[in-house]
């Protein structure tokens, strides 16, 4: 598997990377429906459904591509998808190529489904979106967590569509934070957020060596 060996952009364009949402009948156990996210949803990593168990809806992130993507039931029975969040690329010095990608590595519901929570890995960023209404997310929430572009880094960020400056690093008991937010978990009662920093230990080492060298040794 190509992500085995670490993260190679040649990967991408041999197709080594998925875009493509299956949906399967389970009486049935086989496939009844492929869609292709097309290059707005390279590398679809994380699925989550509405709770509400009468939704036929949800929200599927496109990690490489940096986009949350909505999945809904149409009145014929077939499926849909349409981009409603993009996180745009960071252009960048001092990293592996010009652009980074946010790099959206897990996402989830709140199970009142009121907010959506997603990380982004590379650029170092938690989000809330209000999903009240699922077609127009509405960002409510972002708090830093580690990432790439600290600003007492090796990275500079040239070109932001988003931010003014770059993020400082953060600490914890006098600890610096080291990676980037990856897996979270939202606290049953909604008012509390666990993180963890750690991606693949190839991605690590290759994105963030000193979490394996300072954390993980």
């Not at 996210?37 to 590398?43: A, T, V």
């Not at 960048?92 to 980074?100: D, F, I, N, R, T």
């Not at 914890?172 to 009662?189: A, E, F, R």
């Amino acid at each position: 598997n190509a992500f085995l060996k670490g993260f190679n952009p040649a990967d991408v364009e041999n197709g080594k990377y998925g875009r493509h949402l299956h949906v399967w009948d389970w009486t049935e156990r086989k496939v009844i429906q492929d869609i292709d996210l097309g290059p707005e949803g390279m590398i679809p990593l994380e699925l989550r459904f509405l709770h509400d168990p009468n939704a036929t809806e949800g929200f599927v992130a496109a990690a490489l591509s940096s986009n949350i993507i909505r999945f809904f039931k149409n009145k014929e029975g077939t499926w849909s998808t349409e981009k409603v969040i993009d996180v745009p690329n960071k252009k960048v010095e001092g990293w592996a190529l010009p652009e980074m990608p946010s790099l959206i590595t897990d996402c989830l519901i709140s199970l009142d489904d009121k907010f959506l929570y997603f990380s982004n890995w590379l650029h170092g960023d938690i989000r809330q979106y209000d999903i009240t209404d699922c077609k127009r997310p509405k960002l409510v929430g972002q708090v830093f967590l580690g990432g790439s572009i600290c600003n007492d880094g090796g990275v500079k960020v040239t070109e932001d569509k988003e931010l003014s400056s770059q993020p400082d690093p953060v600490f914890v008991n006098d600890k610096k934070i080291l990676g980037g937010p990856q897996m979270i978990q939202l606290s049953l009662d909604g008012k509390r957020l666990y993180v963890t920093t750690s991606l693949f230990s190839a991605w690590d080492k290759q994105f963030y060596p000193d979490l394996v060298k300072y954390v993980m040794t």
